[in-house]
């Protein structure tokens, strides 16, 4: 089919496109033929201007990088400019209040008054579709119970009244909020978030997650809770190849700041990949929290070598444990292959060693930078992680022995209600804290150009971080959060959050289809897992047998052998 060309306004020889950069030659011109006939100062800038522009022009057109200003030269700067302030222009004229990700304006606000202390109250109803599919409510009562306070609290590591089961247990168990600050790095965060952080942590009585950065000083002057990393760098217990340092990992364990020890298999953002942090970057701050020289690249490795299978971690467990003198010790994943997850839970079995917690990083999550490969397609998503390790636990007979945090995307009190009817113990906030802090969402964490001081480690640009006023932003908003919580916990006729279960959450099918989440996710019975499987989940049926204690491969148990077939019955099953 042929086209007919639209016709040409402007003939085909005008070089439309070095407009700008004629003008600016033409200017230069002018201006300085103006500035030498009539004098005055005001022509000699304009000429000034214009023969930088020109100059600018004859740069565009020579440099070889950039296609748009070899044939738009000046004017092609623009596009580059726009393109710089795009974010800026869509999140603050543009997308509305319902549209943005990772978290829409609405959460931002949300966050944002909670933690400046305002009402967060909102008028004229909802804005959200609740006909959409995926929408989901907590059902109230008719009989809402008050309760006295919104301090929301569970032992972690048995409690006074019932000591922790198994061998090596632990012997000084914590009492720790349902809401804490997850797991971000001094390095990441700047040296005044870490501070602000801290004091809003001491403050509200709740837990600051130091992250695989370790403990910095920043993390020790105002004394909040700690739950100590130790990711496979073994940063604050390394020696100097590498390897885990038994001795620089009691002389932090045993710090009484430090609550709890987290041992870090993967994270949400980048589960399965490692890292590394360029030695212009190591500073003698970061050098001394890490246990690295400084100015030398900081390797963090994927793997750990202290352990190597299932069993030799929880060996690994439970000698960490013993070591910082019985204080609650778990590990942190983001769910990957089922079948290693399983041999985790053997082990377990075999070697009747627990940790007291496991804290399940969902996908989504991450306050980090990562390829954006692993940010979008690797790893599973919380609310799947969390119901398999919760499903798992209770059908191998261990669900009482390990409390189970959640960090993903978790900012609203409905977040902390969802998760807890999914089966978590606590959940783990870190973008929300951050957000309290003064984050933006500019997305430029891993530049070093943060413009709220928050992700920087620039003295000039983290100055702006007051630190007494946003350590007060962080305790206002784990405040306010936990209260918006009890308010939900007494409209469904409930006394604890622990309370809330998957009968609770209604989430919306179609149009004309709603259904209780108890209905929709897998649930396994106490102990199932120990005794037959042909009635339990597929993936309990199919990787559940392959697992083993002592391997994180998957290993499928043998076919048993089966009798020869005869020459008529093998006649038979060609012809059939």
């Known amino acids: 089919m042929s086209q007919t060309l639209a016709p040409r306004r402007i003939p085909a020889w005008v070089p439309i496109r070095y407009t700008s950069f004629c003008l600016a030659l033409l200017g230069t ?74 978290f829409s304006r609405a959460q931002r606000s949300l966050v944002y008054q909670r933690a400046k202390g305002e009402p967060d109250s909102r008028p004229l109803g909802t804005l959200l579709n609740v006909s959409a599919q995926g929408y989901e409510w907590v059902n109230h009562s008719m009989q809402p119970t008050k309760l006295t306070s919104h301090d929301f609290r569970i032992w972690i590591g048995g409690s006074p009244d019932a000591k922790a089961e198994g061998a090596s247990p632990c012997t000084q168990p914590y009492n720790a909020s349902i809401f804490n600050i997850s797991a971000m790095s001094f390095g990441a965060l700047s040296a005044n978030a870490i501070l602000a952080l801290n004091k809003g942590a001491k403050t509200g009585g709740f ?57 870090k298999l993967s994270q949400g953002a980048k589960p399965g990949h490692g890292g590394m942090l360029l030695g212009p970057k190591v500073t003698p701050e970061i050098a001394a929290a890490r246990g690295v020289p400084v100015g030398v690249d900081c390797i963090s490795p994927p793997t750990h070598s202290a352990f190597k299978t299932p069993t030799e971690m929880m060996h690994f467990i439970a000698r960490l444990r013993e070591k910082s003198g019985g204080k609650p010790t778990g590990f942190k994943f983001c769910v990957g292959h089922p079948w290693e997850w399983f041999a985790i839970v053997k082990a377990m079995l075999e070697t009747n060693i627990t940790p007291d917690f496991i804290v399940v990083d969902g996908a989504e999550g991450g306050t980090g930078a990562a390829p954006v490969e692993f940010v979008d397609h690797v790893g599973v998503p919380l609310q799947e992680g969390l119901l398999l390790v919760h499903n798992t636990l209770i059908g191998a007979g261990l669900r009482h022995r390990i409390k189970i945090g959640a960090a993903g995307k978790v900012i609203t009190a409905f977040d902390i209600a969802r998760m807890m009817a999914l089966g978590a113990d606590w959940c783990n906030a870190g973008r929300g804290f951050m957000m309290a802090l003064g984050c933006i969402q500019a997305q430029s964490c891993h530049t070093g ?85 042909t009635k339990q989940h597929n993936v309990f049926r199919q990787y559940w047998p392959g697992a083993s204690a002592h391997t994180f491969q998957f290993a499928p148990p043998p076919l048993a052998p089966s009798a020869p077939i005869s020459i008529k019955e093998q006649e038979s099953l060609v012809a059939s």
């Open 449 to 533: 150009h943060c413009p709220t001081g928050v992700a920087t480690q620039d003295p000039g640009r983290q100055k702006a971080l007051v630190v007494p006023d946003k350590a007060t932003r962080v305790a206002n908003f784990h405040k306010s959060t936990l209260h918006a919580l009890q308010e939900l916990v007494q409209a469904a006729g409930l006394e604890h959050p622990c309370d809330i279960t998957a009968h609770h959450i209604v989430r919306r099918i179609t149009d004309t289809e709603v259904r209780q989440l108890a209905n929709l996710v897998m649930r396994v019975e106490p102990g199932a897992l120990l005794g037959d499987l």
């Open 207 to 263: 837990a600051h997650d130091t992250g695989e950065g370790s403990i910095s000083q920043h993390h020790r002057v105002h004394g909040g809770d700690l739950i100590w990393e130790v990711a496979s760098g073994y940063f604050g217990c390394r020696n100097d190849d590498g390897t885990f340092s038994e001795e620089k990992y009691i002389a932090n364990a045993t710090d009484p700041q430090v609550k709890m020890i987290e041992l």
């Open 29 to 102: 011109g002018l201006f300085f033929t103006a500035a030498r006939f009539w004098g005055g100062g005001w022509w000699w800038v304009g000429y000034g201007v214009c023969l930088a522009l020109s100059v600018l022009g004859v740069w565009d057109m020579l440099q070889t990088r950039h296609a748009i200003l070899r044939n738009y030269p000046i004017i092609g700067h623009f596009r580059f400019m726009l393109e710089y302030i795009r974010p800026e222009i869509r999140q603050y004229f543009i997308e509305s209040d319902q549209e943005a990700l990772p």
